[in-house]
């Protein structure tokens, strides 16, 4: 089963920001959002993985489906990057620890505290994380922030592998990650009208 959003509006702050978004996710394919910043890509995402609600419209997908990587990368700084690994295994009931270490190039650090890792490498450990929560559909937001040219190409490798694989991947990114599964979806059709003032809606929460 794959993700069918169907006439999402979303807003944050109690400001609209998109409106009508409609899109089909099936297995073994991406989608990449794609507007100037502060369109509402992050919000939409946020929407789509359950972290907030949607003003309008419906998301169709299997429970417990989703796994959602963003700014912030999951990981504990005390535990070491094994352990941080170990630990979200754990949470989703998994195995593959050891496999997403070095699918992300992470053995030769797999004893450091996460808390001494570069800006790069945490990254990549939060990524890492995706590969151990056995979830079908990956949303991501700017995933390969930080990340140096060898480490985007890692991480494209590794999608392409979970697309194959019959997974599925909805980002927002500015980066080309040279995948022949991926289509792009132009938000800017989609920014939604503000009211008009003096009409309701925000002038009336000063009231």
């Known amino acids: 089963m794959g993700l069918r959003v169907t006439g999402v509006s979303v807003a944050r702050g109690g400001v609209p920001l998109l409106d009508g978004v409609s899109f089909a996710l099936e297995p073994g394919r991406a989608l990449v959002l794609r507007g100037p910043n502060g369109c509402g890509k992050t919000t939409l995402l946020r929407v789509v993985a359950g972290l907030q609600p949607a003003l309008a419209g419906e998301i169709d997908c299997a429970p417990d489906a989703i796994a959602y990587a963003a700014h912030a990368d999951g990981i504990k700084a005390t535990l070491s990057v094994a ?14 620890a050891v496999a997403a270490l ?4 992470l053995r030769a650090l797999a004893a450091r505290p996460a808390q001494n890792l570069s800006a790069g490498q945490k990254r990549r450990l939060g990524l890492a994380r995706l590969l151990v929560t056995g979830r ?32 599925m991947a909805l980002m927002a990114t500015h980066i ?10 132009d938000l800017r059709p989609n920014k939604a009208r503000l009211p008009e003032p003096g009409a309701g809606g925000f002038d009336e929460a000063f009231l």
């Not at 352990?83 to 593959?96: C, D, K, P, Q």
């Open 83 to 96: 352990e941080n690994l170990g630990f979200w295994a754990a949470i989703y009931g998994t195995s593959g």
């Open 102 to 105: 070095s699918r992300m190039n």
């Open 136 to 167: 079908p559909i990956w949303v991501l937001d700017e995933p390969t922030v930080s990340l140096d040219t060898e480490s985007v190409a890692l991480f494209a490798d590794v999608v392409r592998a979970h697309l194959a694989q019959g997974g």
């Open 176 to 185: 080309d990650l040279g995948l022949p599964e991926a289509t792009l979806l």
